[in-house]
């Protein structure tokens, strides 16, 4: 059954490097998205990304995020200078369109970020 | 303001038994809710998407329904198993904002043998 993957599993940074989480979305999916969750907090929509642009943004999306579909499978999301705030489980996630609108998201494992 | 939630405490129940979680929401107007289940750890598993103008979806032992003027959808799984234990989130669409998805803070499931 296809899934969605991510990489690296953990990342573990220095406060004010930069991070780049990779995701491989399901292959016929079009739309792509990233989501964090804080220990112990809910599941937190960042962005949404479709035809190679931003849907919609949420306001934890400041400038220091921004998300790139460098090639045909991966969408990655960086953080330009990480703050320990920053410190969560980010999840990828895609989903198809069908009928034209939207459908189910299907969520990868996931990258622990550990910014100390 | 708005708001999505579902029963905060934990729910214990034992095996056989039917498991009802329940999802409520204020000042949105969802095209359609999920139901995900999380693992300790891992990423939210997909498990059922039910539309504005559906009532009630099922999918082997689990029954979603959705009542758009309560304001709630409940969540239950039938003929319970302790492999069923998990945390469960809902999350809806507040409407035409690119497919973003708010999610409850979710409802610890524990069934016991």
């Known amino acids: 059954e296809p899934e969605v993957t991510q990489t690296p599993s953990h990342q573990v940074t220095q406060m004010g490097q930069e991070v780049i989480l990779r995701c491989v979305p399901i292959s016929n999916h079009l739309y792509f998205y990233w989501y964090r969750q804080i220990l112990g907090q809910k599941v937190e929509f960042l962005v949404s990304f479709y035809n190679n642009e931003i849907s919609e943004k949420s306001e934890i999306f400041d400038d220091q995020f921004s998300v790139e579909r460098p090639d045909g499978s991966n969408f990655t999301l960086k953080i330009r200078s990480t703050k320990l705030e920053d410190s969560a489980m980010y999840f990828c996630?895609?989903?198809?369109?069908?009928?034209?609108?939207?459908?189910?998201?299907?969520f990868g494992p996931g990258t622990r970020l550990t910014v100390l | 303001s708005q708001k999505i939630e579902q029963n905060s405490e934990a729910l214990n129940i034992q095996e056989g038994k039917t498991a009802t979680l329940t999802c409520n929401y204020t000042?949105?107007?969802?095209?359609?809710l999920q139901w995900y289940r999380q693992d300790p750890g891992r990423g939210p598993v997909f498990l059922l998407l039910i539309r504005e103008n559906e009532k009630e979806k099922r999918k082997e032992r689990l029954k979603v329904t959705f009542d758009t003027t309560l304001k709630q959808s409940l969540f239950h799984i039938t003929a319970s198993q302790p492999a069923d234990s998990a945390t469960y989130l809902c999350a809806l669409d507040p409407r035409n904002q690119g497919g973003k998805l708010i999610f409850g803070q979710g409802t610890e499931l524990s069934v016991k043998p």
């Open positions: 996630a895609s989903s198809e369109v069908r009928l034209a609108v939207y459908n189910e998201q299907f």
């Open positions: 000042n949105y107007s969802p095209a359609y």
